[in-house]
């Protein structure tokens, strides 16, 4: 063998040995879609956090506080990403586009801290090992058409 086809076959080698590294968190990345969503947890006196001891790989419930002195309102739309190599990624759903949330609004009045269950499963699957986040929109509601949306977003781990 040359020190050409030597140098080729080398070369070759250490792409093909390469390009297994990463194993199911490259090709997860290669086919999920990155997250639109740039800055969470933006207002202030109000947070969204995973309440402790009820993570399952098909749900969780947040815990909502609201330490202003305004109303703010809610709905059933969730958002689940992961993350994936430091960027998020959003987890594709599991039934196709052909889905939908109820357009319904819950008050989370001020000073108050309430919990949200939420199952996943029906629209995600059971959920992989991994670190991922929820997320949920909240409206500082003044009146019909007059309102500010902030995206709400609690960190969790799957083992």
Known sequence: MSRSDFSQFCLALSLLLLSGCGG???????????SQIE???????????AKE???SSTGLTVTF????????????????EKNINGSWYEVPVSIGDNYGFDAIGYRLDST??????????????SLDSGHYRIIK????????GD????????????E
């Open 24 to 34: 199911a968190h490259h090709s997860e990345a290669a086919d999920w879609e990155r």
């Open 39 to 49: 800055t969470v947890n933006s207002i202030d006196g109000v947070t969204m956090k």
């Open 53 to 55: 001891g009820t993570l």
């Open 65 to 80: 506080e609201n330490s202003t002195d305004k109303q703010m309102i809610y709905g059933e739309y969730f958002l689940l």
């Open 112 to 125: 108050t801290v309430l919990d949200w269950p939420v199952d996943w499963e029906w629209l995600y699957g």
């Open 137 to 144: 929109n909240i409206l500082d509601f003044r009146q019909p």
């Open 147 to 158: 309102y500010d949306k902030y995206d709400l977003a609690a960190e969790f781990t799957i």
